[in-house]
């Protein structure tokens, strides 16, 4: 069993309740979780792993309550050498920058020496609007692979 750390990024609430949803199925499957409304550099310090399920707002921009998280982040260079991460993307493929806020920190989880056993999720709400019938199964892999 493994202690996760859920890095949230959301808006208008989408990503909110996606990362609820997943919260409550790690800790079914028996994980630990460390999960904050407004995510803290912290809150990786001490993981097996991090999941970082955020929207994306502007144009590819973070939404507004991880950026402390990315910024400090960013500055203080927590290692995450050989621990794995995910990440899953809410967009809309309307935008030019689709999913942009997933792609910034897929690469600061790269820079923190990270590894990603699955490629990055990226969920169009141009093509569903039932998150969770998407993200579930990514996890269930994920799972299988950190
Ligand atoms: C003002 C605004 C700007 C957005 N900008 C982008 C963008 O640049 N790229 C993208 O992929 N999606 C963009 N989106 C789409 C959102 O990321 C998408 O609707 C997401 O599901 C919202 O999740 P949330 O409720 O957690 O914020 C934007 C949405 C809004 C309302």
């Avoid at 990315?70 to 309307?94: E, M, N, W």
């Amino acid at each position: 069993m493994a202690n996760i750390a859920i890095i949230m990024g959301s808006v208008y609430g989408a990503a909110e309740y996606l990362a609820d949803t997943i919260d409550k199925e790690l800790k079914k499957a028996g994980h630990t979780t460390t999960y904050n409304a407004s995510p803290l550099v912290t809150d990786i310090h001490d993981v097996d792993a991090s999941l970082i399920i955020t929207s994306t707002t502007g144009q590819g921009d973070l939404p507004s309550n991880i950026e402390d998280f990315y910024f400090a982040a960013q500055d203080k260079r927590p290692s995450h050498a050989g621990k794995p991460f995910g990440v899953i993307c809410l967009g809309d493929s309307s935008y030019e920058s689709f999913c942009g806020a997933g792609e910034k920190l897929e690469e600061l989880f790269y820079e923190l020496q990270g590894r990603a056993p699955i490629p990055m999720l990226k969920i169009d709400a141009c093509e569903t609007l039932d998150p969770d019938s998407i993200a579930l199964p990514w996890l269930q892999n994920w799972l299988t692979q950190i």
